[in-house]
């Protein structure tokens, strides 16, 4: 069994939960949040036995051996910082951090005490991004994707979920869901050409043989979408959660497959593979089609090329 420790009792920690009460080698050994009271409700919705009145304590208490860290955007950082420094492996919930300078402090804490880690880009592991990405590979391989991602700042930030300071970061605290998965699809950026301003991003960049273009603008709506150009056929995805394959005339609709349909979409097998990446002798996340705090370094750098 391994022991489970969550940080934080909000929305993701909730479908955290959810998936981790569903796998038998698991025990949620405790919870915390910076809202006592709040833990203790999520603790008695999932019968987890310890809460603690913060994340130290519950660090130090040898009371687990992984943690899922899901507290608010703005305190990820330095939770993420305290837990690393005790070379505790974990599952961090996006963003590590909201800039390329926090993700580094992160990935060096993680190289030093050789902790294993995992950031939630749970897109990656939803079912039809899977078949699209197999698709391409069908279809003679990726030669351009398009990456539509809007998201309408002023909407958000009138919700007062969020910090000033997040919102002026939202595309390192949100928009790196749809980045991730252009590295995912394309491969490593080798170049970026950015004509973005004022949250108006525009870029066109180059992965190997295969261009991008990714558009995110703060004053347009409209669910996110990606089309894969393929040498013998076209993959669309709007919204992602549906693929359409298109080629020699025929067209084959790719639904979400059951796991997506009882828990939140690309979680169940996010969450199976990081547990297997912990249970493995493999220090190599990507083995498990996970992105780490080095791989996500990586992501965070091409968005602050996009934002330059």
């Given at each position: ?5 969550i ?6 920690s909730?479908?955290?939960l ?13 919870i915390?949040?910076?809202t006592?009271?709040t ?12 809460v ?7 660090l ?18 330095d939770?993420?910082?305290?837990v690393?420094?005790r ?6 919930e ?22 294993k ?11 039809t ?43 390192f ?20 050409s ?13 992965a ?8 995110s603008r703060?004053d347009?709506?409209g669910?996110?979408s ?17 693929t359409?394959?298109?080629f ?5 609709v ?9 828990f939140?979409?690309?979680?169940w ?11 493995s ?6 083995e ?14 091409v968005?602050?090329?996009i934002?330059?």
């Amino acid at each position: 069994m391994i022991k489970v420790g969550i940080i934080g009792a909000g929305y993701m920690s909730d479908h955290h939960l959810k998936v981790l009460k569903s796998i038998k080698s698991v025990e949620v050994t405790s919870i915390c949040s910076r809202t006592f009271d709040t833990a203790v409700k999520m603790s008695k919705k999932w019968n987890i036995e310890k809460v603690f009145k913060d994340h130290i304590e519950m660090l130090d208490s040898g009371e687990i051996e992984t943690v899922f860290i899901c507290p608010s955007v703005s305190a990820m950082f330095d939770i993420a910082k305290d837990v690393l420094e005790r070379g505790i492996p974990c599952l961090i919930e996006k963003p590590v951090g909201l800039s390329t300078a926090e993700s580094k402090i992160l990935s060096d804490l993680a190289s030093k005490n050789n902790a294993k880690t995992a950031v939630g880009c749970n897109r990656r592991f939803i079912s039809t991004i899977q078949a699209a990405k197999k698709a391409a590979k069908d279809l003679g391989g990726l030669r351009h994707l398009s990456v539509v991602a809007h998201e309408p700042i002023s909407e958000i930030s009138e919700t007062g979920q969020y910090s000033k300071h997040v919102m002026s970061r939202w595309i390192f605290a949100n928009g790196i869901h749809c980045i991730d998965l252009i590295r995912y699809f394309a491969g490593e950026i080798e170049e970026v050409s950015s004509l973005s301003k004022n949250q108006n991003y525009a870029a066109v960049m180059k992965a190997g043989n295969t261009t991008v273009s990714y558009a995110s603008r703060a004053d347009a709506k409209g669910r996110w979408s990606i089309t894969l150009d393929c040498n013998q056929g076209r993959i669309t995805l709007c919204p992602l959660e549906k693929t359409v394959i298109e080629f020699d005339n025929k067209s084959q609709v790719v639904n979400l497959a059951d796991i997506d349909e009882e828990f939140k979409p690309g979680l169940w097998a996010q969450n199976n593979s990081f547990l297997n990446f912990l249970s493995s002798e493999s220090n190599i996340a990507s083995e498990f089609g996970l992105s780490d705090i080095h791989d996500n370094f990586q992501t965070m750098k091409v968005i602050k090329e996009i934002v330059a």
